[in-house]
């Protein structure tokens, strides 16, 4: 099995043995170095590790009472934004990998994929249990009258067959051709997290960030339109 082919949705649509980009001078000469720093083997646990302090801090944060006036908002809005930075942080690792042929950026894509899928969980928890008290009914009933959360529901309900496939075994019984089509899912999803955002902070004329993510996410979108279009 090519553990390069066993990698998360984003990003899941490039070949994975493109070569980088040509480089000269130092910049040339320190790549190497640094993809080597990057494949060694503390690194990935470390960001592993890393990956979960904000979702520690959350925890840490409503057990000694410092989320603010209103916790649980904190806790729905905060977990919402890691869900989305670490969705355009697992997109910008395959240009990020082009551009300065670190190769070792590929072993982090299947992983931080699936922190995107977990943050997204722990957002919908957060929102059923401390917006909805666990009530189906009411949280079916608000999905069907506010758009932005049946926005946000969608995005959530195809990550998930994507987490659901990130692993080898899956890739082997899809076959690569399907699995890629199916990853291709992340080029929907990306722009639904944005629209559930811009939605909700719509409503409180707050742009700025919204603004910030959209830059973002279309430069990432964009890099991998004119590299299918450049095919
Ligand atoms: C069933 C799925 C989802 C539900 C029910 C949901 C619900 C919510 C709710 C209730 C809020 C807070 C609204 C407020 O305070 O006025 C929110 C905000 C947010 N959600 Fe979601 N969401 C879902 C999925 C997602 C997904 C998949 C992402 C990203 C990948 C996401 C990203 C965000 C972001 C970035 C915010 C704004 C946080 C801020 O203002 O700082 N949500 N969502």
């Known amino acids: 099995m090519n553990r390069a082919r066993a990698l998360p949705a984003a990003g899941a649509s490039e070949p994975t043995a493109q ?16 993809d080597a ?13 890393l ?5 520690a801090l959350l925890v840490i944060g409503a057990i ?4 603010g006036a209103n916790p649980a908002e904190a806790l729905i809005r905060r977990s919402g934004d890691w869900a989305l930075r670490l969705l355009c942080l697992t ?14 950026l590929a072993r982090w894509r299947r992983m931080l994929g699936l922190f995107t899928f977990f943050y997204a969980v722990c957002h919908f928890l957060a929102y059923a249990w401390l917006d909805k008290g666990l009530d189906a009914a009411a949280i079916a009933r608000d ?3 506010r758009p932005f959360i049946l926005v946000g529901a969608t995005a959530l309900a195809l990550l998930l067959p994507l987490a659901a496939t990130s692993f080898g075994r899956a890739i082997k019984a899809l076959g690569a051709a399907r699995w890629r089509a ?25 742009f700025d960030e919204v603004i910030a993510y959209a830059a973002v996410l279309a430069l990432l979108l964009g890099w991998r339109a004119w ?3 450049e095919r």
Do not use: C, E, N, S
């Open 51 to 55: 990956a979960l302090v904000p979702l």
């Open 143 to 145: 999905i069907g009258k």
């Open 182 to 206: 199916l990853h291709r899912a992340v080029y929907a999803i990306a722009p639904l997290a944005l629209l559930h955002f811009y939605w909700m902070r719509a409503a409180k004329r707050d």
């Open 227 to 229: 590299r299918a279009l």
């Open 91 to 104: 997109l910008a690792l395959t240009p990020l990998r082009r551009l300065t042929g670190w190769q070792a």
């Open 19 to 34: 070569r980088p980009l040509p480089r000269r001078g130092a910049a040339a000469a320190a790549a190497p170095r640094l």
């Open 37 to 49: 720093w990057l494949a060694h083997r503390a690194v990935k646990p470390a960001l592993f590790a």
């Open 64 to 67: 000694a009472g410092t989320l």
